[in-house]
């Protein structure tokens, strides 16, 4: 049973990206993407059931599958390198050759290959990332199958490139998947490197100067992260002399000669979640359609960088290396929630909030205690609800009224009601209590009491990020009242999968304690001692379940009082007799007596936030934070 499973959710995105591509009616493509989605989706639930396990697949046509491995990651380096020169990229070409060769060298010269080592190996961590790539990732191809039709009317294409687009999204899902399950280091590799592939692939979707370029960025920054993981993956086998992941984690902390190819695995994650400095990659990738936005941003692509650092964190646990990994996330933390209030493009908020939050992960994985390894997973998953709900609306939005500019989201709630509330039910997951991020994030900042400038950081950065997250949500809701407000259509596809991950934001957080002592609380006290359930501490996180209560009485008097107030008419703004009386403007007599039309419109302090004022300094400050990381370590 256990290997089919495992063929379900890694080779049958696979077989179905190939259907995608080559069975080209859009019909067959949405049943194949519909039914591929549903099946991983409950296959990843039916892996809870079965637990952790260690797994070691046969042989195929009396070839071993870790041959087969090696071979496809040749021949997917190759095809970058190919990619190198049809882009002129000289980067990319040594950051390929800088893979390939040392790869080969160890390959042929170093890997004891009648060694056995277990290909899968799946605890909580494994089986919760597996959930959230395959059902969320599943939701995100559901919604990109009438996005992209929308989409591609925009563009006015005259032959579609949907085989394409689907290939490489549901290829995603099974690359991700096989990445987080496997345990032999170099199949790890192998995986991590498609997902880089998926991403360039996807970015560069349009075809357009501006997508191409992008993704090129995100190619070679990512290639990057490549080599960084071919010499600390070559370095740790010559210390340890084994190719498991597991064989160096129970070997507990380690020290030595051991922590430089912990740190360049960990510099790999870093490239991989676009961790400042290497952000723009990830930036630079808000030019694809939504659907790759937000898989790259909650289940995907930037999950698989703080999944690797995490899963090293017991190998590393009171290091310099964790003190700098902490110090590194919580910089980009800070940097990036403040970048962020400077934006009023929707994607930006999004993209930049992301990344700060995967900083207060990475920065938990550096902190490394109990709390903090907790906080790190309640972050992983409701992160990635919110963030995929608030990419699809943004989307949704973009494609309704044809701008992604929060200003121009003003009084949303009166053209498009429902996005505008399923829009604020994302944002208010992603700031109240009790829902999970903020969960997670309290439980962070307390993990980081006994770090000075680690709690500093994450104080100031979490009350920076409530700025742009009450800005957007008010104006959604801002505008005149009326009496009855048209319905929105909506494709049943963007229905289903918007009101699905807006209620997994809810239900889940309600759930959160049941997930900690279900889930996490078994992994992480195989390895940190826990001396207290932390959802009963009395100096601990808030209590979940009464502040559901109040916030459900809250929002029913809110609903009550805002229907009492329908009825009531709406006045002009005063300008000391200025008005020009035109029904429906609002304007005033201006210079040369010309009506001037009234703009409101928010302060974004770019003068103190702006993203010209601070990109060059924090990546200074984050390229120093990780050579002063990877120095501690030699």
Known sequence: MLPMMLALVILLPLMAALGCYFLRVSTIRTMIVLGTGVCIAATSLALFGQGSFTYSPGTILGISW?????????????????????????????????????????ELFFVDHAAEVPAFYADSLSLIMVAI?????????????????THEEHLHLVKSRQPRFFFYLVLFLGAMNGLVLSNNILWLYFFFEVTTFCS?????????????????????????????????????????G???????????????????????????????????????????????????????????????????????APAYAGTFLSEGIALCGAFTFLACAAIAVSQSNGKKILAYSTISNLGLIICCAGINTTWAITAAIILIIFHAASKALLFLCV???????????????????????????????????????????????????????????????????????LVFWARWAGMLLTGPLREKVPAESQNILTRFTLTVLAAAT?????????????????????????????????????????????LAAAFIYAWIDTKKSGNIQNGASYMCGANVKEPGVQSFIGP????????????????FFGEEKLTMWVNFVGLALIVLMLGGAL
């Not at 059902?135 to 996005?147: E, K, N, V």
């Not at 600390?232 to 010559?238: E, F, L, P, Q, V």
């Not at 501490?537 to 109040?550: D, E, L």
């Not at 040369?592 to 003068?607: D, G, T």
């Open 395 to 465: 989307g949704t939005i973009e494609h309704g009224i044809g701008s992604r500019d929060i200003e121009d989201m003003r009084g949303l709630y009166l053209k498009m009601p429902r996005t505008a509330i399923i829009t604020i039910v994302g944002i208010l997951t992603m700031v109240l209590p009790p829902f999970g991020v903020l969960l997670g994030k309290w439980m962070a900042i307390e993990s980081a009491s006994g770090d000075l400038f680690v709690i500093v950081m994450l104080s100031l950065g979490s009350a920076i990020s």
């Open 66 to 106: 870790d041959s087969l491995v090696t071979l496809a990651d040749f021949a997917l380096l190759f095809v970058i390198l190919y990619y190198a020169f049809k882009l002129k990229n000289q980067l990319i070409k040594v950051f390929a050759v800088l893979q390939i060769i040392p790869l080969a060298v160890f």
């Open 200 to 240: 360039f692939m996807l970015i560069a979707h349009d075809d357009t100067e501006i997508a191409v370029k992008n993704a090129t960025r995100a190619l070679w920054m990512n290639s990057l992260g490549g080599v960084a993981f071919v010499f600390g993956m070559i370095w740790a086998y010559s210390v340890t």
């Open 133 to 149: 790539i395959s059902i969320i990732g599943s939701l995100i191809c559901f919604f990109a199958i009438p996005y992209m039709k």
């Open 242 to 312: 084994s190719l498991s992941i597991q064989a160096i984690l129970e070997a507990g902390p380690m020290d030595g000669a051991m922590l430089v190819p912990l740190g360049l695995l960990c510099l790999a994650g870093f490239t991989k979640a676009a961790q400042i400095p290497f952000q723009s990659w990830l930036l630079g990738a808000m030019v694809a359609p939504t659907p790759v936005s937000a898989l790259l941003h909650s289940s995907t692509m930037v999950k698989a960088g703080v999944y690797i650092v995490l899963r090293l």
């Open 506 to 550: 809810v239900v889940v957080s309600l759930f959160s304690p049941v997930i900690y002592t279900g889930l996490i609380e078994p992994m992480v006290g195989k390895t940190y001692e826990i001396t207290g359930g932390v959802f009963s501490s009395p100096i601990g996180v808030f209590a979940v379940y009464p502040i559901f209560i109040i």
């Open 592 to 607: 040369m007596n010309v009506p001037v039309e009234i703009k409101a419109s928010n302060y974004y302090l770019e003068a």
